[in-house]
């Protein structure tokens, strides 16, 4: 799967490196968690920084378009809206929350898997 005759394009090997992201967050929960620390991560979708902005002045435009057009919301999210996830995890409502991977997308994932996006 790792090999790089199987990741064909940067966006596919972004998406392996999510997985494999979240995946090392898990394992490494089982072991750092015994000592009290929390570990997570959040996995966002197109999110209006700077970085967005730059994309979306390059080749795949139509691609992001049709994103935001079939998420939930019909938009992109905001550096704010990633960082309440971030406080959630970090305070004290969060503390019981270990290993876990926050998909924060506006359901673009899950348009892929079962929605207008999803494979014919």
Known sequence: ???PDQVKDP???YQVSKCGNSLWVMAKAVRW???GARINTISPGIIMTQLANDEFEGPRVPGYRRMLEVSAPGRAGTPDELGTVGALL???DGAFII???FLTDGGVTAAYW???LAPT
Do not use: H
């Open 1 to 3: 799967m790792l090999q």
């Open 99 to 101: 290993g876990s991977d």
């Open 114 to 116: 079962f929605g207008e």
């Open 11 to 13: 966006p596919q090997a």
């Open 33 to 35: 968690g015994k000592s």
């Open 90 to 92: 970090m305070g004290a």
